[in-house]
């Protein structure tokens, strides 16, 4: 008989006399399990895991159809207004101020990281409208052994119930110490000093957006580590975002269940500042807003607004993108979040060489995307 049957074995003469008293029976050290109660247990735990699998899908669903009805209800801006909000830039704030101090060595755990970590900090902190500015350390192991990153998220209102998140990397790629000095000005120093110029441009309006109680406000990250250490790879590389993403998951986050999905829409900036950029949409689930930034061009081309702009259509083109490609946006895509990719493609020329410095630049270019961009927040959040 297997070990753990139910019943006695049947006795053998031989064994035992058949006249000898039967042992005496082994007490039970625990109760017999009952098998209603388990029954009940088993039913109320899968009634719960039901009830938040369908309240998790409705809010999903909600989700959806709230992006979907705000994409409908966003308007263009009047003209004077739309003007207003393209005066507000400063392209010499924006080149002196805010990009400048990005252009040294920044690569992860370097000094020049944390220096650049720093302004970054200082400048959101400086701002009237009180930006809640959060700092995410964190080491993480890498091909040359643990290095310490650092992610900067600064969210204006964090109180809002839902994000327009706009997002760059700060560091830069480490190349061997005998190679040229690398300082990646388009990447991505102009993305972050985009960023901060359209914060520092837009600061009274964004107050004004914050006071009310805006159901949306602006978010802005500046991810660590998106550069491989080594050689790209799923574990080398997006370092920064990847932390982040996971961290944002896990973060409870009112009315909705986390953080991550809190964002609205995820806007990655990368590889900008070269001449003639083209730009792509990645994503079919948020063409729509890549078919605003193309008409905002065209709109301000023909308000006479950008410089260096014979054609009305230069940066935002239709069809296919040359091919996917892989940056910052990957974490949170695949966590559901609506992303648009604002990316040059092709790379430009200097992509990953020495020659990626601000003599290469293309200022024009720089302060037409940041009237776009400016145009773009103003029409979004209502401002």
Known sequence: MRSGGRGRPRLRLGDRGLLEPPSP?????????????LLLLALAVGTALLIFWGGWRR???????????????????????????VGQLDPQRLWGTFLRPLLIVRTPGSPGNLQVRKFLEATLRALTAGWHVELDPFTASTPLGPVDFGNVVATLDPGASRHLTLACHYDSKLFPPESATFVGATDSA?????????????????SKAKQQAAPVTLQLL??????????????????????????MEAIPHSPGPTRIQAIELFVLLDLLGAPNPTFYSHFPQTIRWFHRLRSIEKRLHRLNLLQSHPQ?????????????????????????????????TPFPPVWHTPA??????????VHNLSRILAVFLAEYLGL
């Open 25 to 37: 029976r082994k007490r039970r050290l625990l109760p017999r399990v009952q098998p209603l109660p």
């Open 222 to 247: 500046f991810l660590d580590g998106e550069e491989a250490l080594k050689e790209w790879g799923p574990k080398d590389s997006l370092y920064g975002s990847r932390h982040l993403a996971q961290l």
């Open 59 to 85: 809010w999903n669903e909600e989700l959806a159809r709230g992006r979907e009805h705000r994409a409908q209800l966003i308007g263009s801006l009047p003209e004077a207004k739309l003007r207003m909000v």
């Open 356 to 365: 990626d410095t601000e003599a290469n630049l293309h200022p024009p270019t």
């Open 312 to 344: 009305e259509v230069m940066y935002f083109q239709p069809g296919e993108p040359p091919g996917s490609v892989e940056d910052d946006h990957i974490p949170f895509l695949r966590r559901g979040v609506p992303v648009v990719h604002l990316i040059a």
């Open 190 to 206: 102009v993305p972050c000093a985009l960023l901060l110029e359209l914060a520092q441009a837009l600061d009274l309006m964004l």
